[in-house]
């Protein structure tokens, strides 16, 4: 099992352009999450899902959309990309089923992204 | 506003001492307590968590206490290793019925743990 994958794990962009984060779960989990992580801060949560077809604004929502087309996928789409947006960004997901596991994210490595 | 505060930024122990990480919180709608540790370029690894209804968690080397008079949860490592060095998260997720809250966790800003031999 390869766990939660992203890609890419770094992205320069120019203001104004846009880029897709792709991220991948091969654990059959139906709820996945795009967090971020500016430096010295905690993570903050931007968009979730809970399954094919059904997404949700986290926190931090502005400037960013998702879709889940399937179980596995869950891509990040900067539109205007500005460099408030250079971050590091992990994708995670969960097992929702119940038990202990209900509540640990599993994460990706990340994906650094500079706005310039 | 930050709801999960770990205030020091770093801390520093000798190898085979205690460490603790300490963590606060503000809401009291906060139900389910975690650790999570990170090593440069790697996403967050679960260490440990603890339910508001329980005051301890051990897990090997690893244990959390949660003062929930104090909104204080702390994370004791026994005895430290050079491996644990690392970025400690403490994360809060908060009550909500029918599960939708699952995953939807609020981070403090981190501890840089660094264990020296």
């Known amino acids: 099992n390869a766990g939660v994958t992203q890609t890419p794990k770094f992205r320069i962009l120019k203001i104004g352009q846009s880029m897709t984060l792709q991220c991948a779960q091969d654990?059959?989990?139906?709820?996945m999450y795009w967090y971020r992580q500016d430096p010295g801060m905690g993570l903050k949560l931007i968009y979730y899902?809970?399954?094919?077809?059904?997404?949700d604004k986290g926190e931090v929502p502005n400037g960013y959309n998702v879709s889940r087309s399937t179980t596995e996928d869950f891509p990040l789409r900067l539109e205007l990309a500005a460099p408030s947006q250079t971050s590091v960004y992990f994708c995670a997901s969960i097992d929702s089923t119940g038990g202990a596991g209900a509540n640990v994210l599993t994460f990706g490595a990340g994906s650094r992204l500079t706005v310039l | 506003d930050q709801q999960v505060k770990q205030n020091s930024p770093s801390l520093s122990v000798q190898e085979g001492r205690i460490s603790i990480l300490n963590c606060d919180y503000t809401n009291s709608m906060f139900d389910y307590f975690l650790w999570y540790k990170k090593y440069p370029a790697e996403g967050p690894t679960f260490l440990i968590s603890i339910s508001s209804i329980k005051d301890k968690n051990e897990d090997g080397r690893f244990t959390v206490f949660l003062n929930k008079s104090a909104k204080h949860l702390s994370l004791h490592i026994v005895p430290s290793q050079p491996g644990d060095s690392a970025v400690y998260f403490c994360a809060a997720k908060r009550s909500n019925a029918g599960g939708t809250s699952y995953g939807k966790l609020t981070f403090g800003q981190g501890t840089i743990l660094t264990v020296h031999p």
């Open positions: 899902s809970v399954g094919a077809g059904i997404t």
């Open positions: 654990m059959n989990h139906n709820y």
